[in-house]
């Protein structure tokens, strides 16, 4: 059970990383991620700045509980994982019902409109944080270092393949239905202040 923890720390702590440096390594990373945020339709102006900051801080806490290696603190981070997965599964499920095309700009760039995959993804991680919070406050062995290393590199890179699963969909797609789905996207080359 211990492993299963470990994985999800490790899987978790991954995906978050990625997605708070991709936001938070320049002001113009910031400012696609807000204007997505915006073009999602679904909070009042005066709440998209402070909403989308708020996304970071809480992506940035999640890396830093599920890095500190307390069961405490990892249950913690996982619970905080799972409450804005499940945030962000519910606000793109209302742009999807809503019919808005928009790009999910959960990793940085990107010309994948918002859609149900990404809401499958989503309710995949919670499930990965909910078992991740569970093993992690029930296991009481002490983990050997072999094993240990082993779940830790099969987080990382589980982690990793999520936050490229976006371009590899993108990839596989047939070409005809990647340049429909290209062109009702939304412009990105605009730039705001």
């Not at 809503?98 to 760039?109: E, L, P, Y």
């Not at 409109?113 to 919670?126: E, K």
């Not at 944080?129 to 990382?156: K, Y």
Request: glycine fraction near 12%; proline fraction near 5%; aromatic fraction near 6%.
């Amino acid at each position: 059970m211990l492993y299963v923890g470990l994985f999800g720390r490790v899987l978790i702590g991954t995906v978050f990383a990625v997605s708070a440096f991709t936001k938070v390594r320049s002001t113009g990373a910031f400012g696609a991620f807000r204007r997505s945020t915006r073009r999602m339709g679904i909070l009042p102006e005066r709440l998209v700045r402070p909403v989308a900051g708020l996304v970071v801080l809480c992506e940035l806490a999640i890396v830093g509980l599920v890095a500190v290696p307390t069961r405490a603190t990892g249950v913690g981070g996982l619970t905080l994982a799972a409450g804005l997965l499940a945030g962000l599964a519910v606000a793109i499920g209302i742009v999807v019902r809503r019919g808005i095309s928009t790009t999910c700009q959960c990793f940085g760039h990107s010309a994948a409109p918002l859609g149900t995959f990404h809401i499958g993804r989503n309710l995949a991680l919670i499930a990965i944080a909910v078992a991740g919070a569970l093993t992690t406050a029930l296991a009481e062995e002490t983990p050997a270092l072999g094993a240990a290393l082993l779940a830790g590199l099969a987080g990382v890179l589980g982690g990793a393949l999520v936050t490229v699963l976006d371009d590899v969909r993108q990839f596989l797609l047939p070409p005809k239905t990647s340049a429909v789905r290209q062109r009702s996207a939304p412009p990105t080359w605009r730039r705001s202040t």
